[in-house]
């Protein structure tokens, strides 16, 4: 599972083949300080930009044959020659970075997908590549995997983003549920909070579950490695669910019973609900 910041990525567990973890490390590099070039630090937007910029600039680099010198990038570039990865998932990370440096928040459901469609799913169809799987079938599941662990995500850290000024959960949902933006912690709309939150789980979870049968689909360690992805997606959103929704006291996560419970889902049929 995801580890620090780039939460959805799968860095290089024990169940990953041994000739995989170079790439699978420098990829993760690569999204891990991109996404801390966005986010972390005391950068002006200007200065994250422009950080970013040369990012971007290393990827047109790497395509002509000629990568920086830095070893993160010098790798990034050794692992996209070796596995043949394709170079339009890094740029799609890379314009997700530039849009969490302007856009704080998001009026409509198909708006935050598009984000995530660049921020996290490229991170599956590049797992599928470097495993010689990545069929229209499996892309789409692995889409939907990933877009689900990313809102998984934001339902996890309401709280954090909250002081970061960023909203994620869509401002149509807010209106619908009655939510006033500025006030998503008043005591006074709890019950509301509550409606809105089992609505997010909900419509997350049928989209995870949608996606899931590629977890099934695929053999040996990488069917393996999905199903405790996405066992531990659902676990968190049971999390949520057991807290009552209440994330701002309470972040949810997975402790050692809970990832015990994940491992035995993961060895039993594909969850239908």
Same mark, same amino acid.
């Given at each position: 599972?995801? @580890? !620090? &910041?780039?939460?959805?990525?799968? *860095?290089?567990?024990?169940? $990953?083949?041994?000739?995989? @973890?170079?790439?699978?490390?420098?990829?993760?590099?690569?999204?891990?300080?991109?996404?801390?070039?966005?986010?972390?630090?005391?950068?002006?937007?200007?200065?994250?930009?422009? +950080? /970013?910029?040369?990012? =971007?600039?290393? /990827? *047109?680099?790497?395509?002509?044959?000629?990568?920086?010198? =830095?070893?993160?990038?010098?790798?990034?570039?050794?692992?996209?020659?070796? &596995?043949?990865?394709?170079?339009?998932?890094?740029? !799609?990370?890379?314009?997700?970075?530039?849009?969490?440096?302007?856009?704080?928040?998001?009026?409509?459901? !198909?708006?935050?997908? !598009?984000?995530?469609? #660049?921020?996290?799913?490229? *991170?599956?169809?590049? $797992? /599928?590549?470097?495993?010689?799987?990545?069929?229209?079938?499996?892309?789409?599941?692995?889409?939907?995997?990933?877009?689900?662990?990313?809102?998984?995500?934001?339902?996890?850290? @309401?709280?954090?983003?909250?002081?970061?000024?960023?909203?994620?959960?869509?401002?149509?949902?807010?209106?619908?549920?009655?939510?006033?933006?500025?006030?998503? &912690?008043?005591? +006074?709309?709890?019950?509301?909070?509550?409606?809105?939150?089992?609505?997010? @789980?909900?419509?997350?979870?049928?989209? $995870?579950?949608?996606?899931?049968?590629?977890?099934?689909?695929?053999?040996? #360690?990488?069917?393996?490695? /999905?199903?405790?992805?996405?066992?531990?997606?659902?676990?968190?959103?049971?999390?949520?669910?057991?807290?009552?929704?209440?994330?701002? #006291?309470?972040?949810?996560?997975?402790?050692?019973?809970?990832?015990?419970? *994940?491992?035995?889902?993961?060895?039993?049929?594909?969850?239908?609900?």
């Amino acid at each position: 599972m995801a @580890v !620090d &910041h780039y939460e959805n990525f799968p *860095v290089a567990s024990l169940l $990953m083949p041994r000739r995989l @973890v170079p790439a699978v490390q420098a990829i993760y590099a690569f999204a891990r300080g991109a996404d801390d070039v966005a986010d972390e630090g005391d950068a002006t937007p200007s200065q994250r930009l422009a +950080a /970013l910029g040369e990012y =971007e600039a290393a /990827l *047109v680099h790497i395509e002509l044959g000629s990568p920086p010198p =830095e070893p993160m990038f010098r790798n990034l570039a050794a692992a996209i020659a070796a &596995h043949d990865l394709p170079l339009k998932p890094f740029h !799609d990370l890379l314009s997700a970075f530039r849009q969490d440096v302007t856009v704080t928040r998001y009026q409509r459901y !198909d708006e935050l997908l !598009d984000y995530c469609e #660049r921020s996290a799913n490229p *991170v599956g169809l590049l $797992m /599928l590549h470097l495993y010689g799987a990545a069929t229209p079938d499996n892309v789409r599941d692995s889409d939907a995997i990933c877009t689900a662990l990313q809102l998984i995500n934001f339902w996890q850290d @309401v709280a954090v983003d909250q002081q970061k000024e960023r909203i994620y959960i869509p401002l149509d949902d807010l209106a619908r549920f009655a939510i006033s933006p500025a006030h998503l &912690h008043d005591p +006074a709309a709890r019950g509301k909070w509550r409606a809105l939150m089992r609505f997010e @789980v909900e419509r997350t979870r049928a989209l $995870m579950l949608s996606g899931a049968p590629l977890a099934w689909r695929l053999p040996g #360690r990488i069917g393996l490695e /999905l199903r405790l992805i996405v066992h531990g997606g659902l676990r968190i959103l049971e999390a949520i669910e057991e807290v009552d929704y209440d994330v701002f #006291r309470r972040r949810p996560v997975l402790r050692r019973a809970d990832w015990l419970k *994940v491992f035995w889902r993961a060895l039993r049929p594909l969850p239908l609900e």
